[in-house]
């Protein structure tokens, strides 16, 4: 797979909600409690403000718009962010897959999407992955999710058998192409992994690392895969992910090993030689100077506690697959 598609493998994104929601008039709504979640929406009709926890500038969100909220932050969505806030928790039912909400009569503004949760003890990692809002409002790039968006409103409105699963599929669609737009468009232009996909020669160089995690890989050989002398190869990967490409790879090879010891019954030895390590203590150090913990604690604790990537595992330097 793809580094894109391998991410979001591991975030293992469940949509367990697709609705839609009606406002009209003045309205203010209040979203917290997103722990390990993400929300995919589009902006049928109308338009409204979108305000986003740690985010300078909020975002106008006009007609056709589509917006990913990755990171779980608190946020608020309304016509006017003066007004005083209403939680979104007295307003929109316990959680259950379609319908549409409606706010005072509703008419004036109509959005539709989906939110996900996702699971793994690093999930959070993972979405610090991402951009903290990623807003789509090219109509080039709406056009692109408008029979997603279209498909949605129809399944919503006219419930039929299986329609529950088809929201889930369309959601999923919605939330891929609008993190490829993203991509396309430039607008990754934070350090870190994410941010990163959207220049050519690192992205070659980090494709190859998860197409081959195990192999061996040398600064030279990264750089040929990215067209670029070693030196200015090394320079740009650190400047562009916020870290070195052997950093890089080693961490995502603990991303790996972490995953099958949650999901698979595997060996902690067999996970170690599967990723390129000659002795499972040499590949336990590096997981524990990773995650913080052995691999067998981290196995045991699964289903009790969380553990998660040490930030100071490199001197200076952030958990790899921090960005923005």
């Known amino acids: 797979m793809d580094p894109l598609s391998d991410v979001l493998s591991l975030l293992k994104p469940r949509s367990h909600v697709s ?29 409204c403000w979108l305000s986003v926890e740690d985010v300078a500038d909020p975002v106008r969100l006009e007609a056709g718009d589509c917006f990913v909220l990755p990171g779980g932050r608190p946020f608020r969505l309304g016509s006017n962010l003066a007004l005083t806030p209403v939680d979104a928790g007295t307003i929109f039912p316990p959680e259950r897959a379609g319908g549409v909400v409606t706010v005072n009569g509703g008419g004036d503004f109509f959005l539709v999407g989906s939110r996900f949760t996702v699971s793994g003890q690093h999930a959070q990692a993972l979405l610090r992955t991402l951009p903290p809002i990623v807003h789509i409002r090219q109509e080039s790039d709406q056009a692109a999710l408008r029979w997603a968006v279209e498909r949605m409103m129809v399944e919503l409105r006219e419930p039929q058998p299986g329609g529950s699963l088809v929201a889930q599929h369309l959601a999923h669609m919605m939330l891929l192409q609008a993190l490829r737009l993203h991509l396309a468009d430039g607008e990754g232009n934070h350090v870190g992994w994410f941010s990163a996909l959207a220049d050519k020669q690192i992205c070659a160089a980090i494709t190859a690392m998860h197409a081959e995690p195990a192999y061996r ?20 990967f650190k400047a562009t992910v916020g870290e070195t490409p052997m950093d890089y790879l080693i961490r995502w090879r603990m991303m790996l090993a972490a995953d099958r010891l949650q999901n698979s019954g595997d060996a902690v030895s067999t996970i170690a030689f599967s990723l390129g390590y000659e002795s499972e203590s040499s590949f336990s150090a590096a997981f524990k100077r990773i995650m913080g913990c052995s691999p067998r604690q981290y196995g045991r604790n699964q289903n009790r506690a969380t553990f998660a990537p040490r930030a100071d595992a490199t001197p200076g330097r952030r958990m790899a697959l921090v960005a923005n």
């Open 19 to 47: 609705s839609g929601f009606d406002a009209g008039g003045d309205w203010l709504i209040q979203f917290t409690d997103l722990h390990e979640r993400i929300k995919c929406y589009s902006v049928v009709s109308g338009r």
């Open 217 to 236: 890989w040398t600064l030279h050989e990264l750089a040929e895969r990215a067209a670029m002398s070693r030196s200015a190869f090394a320079m740009k």
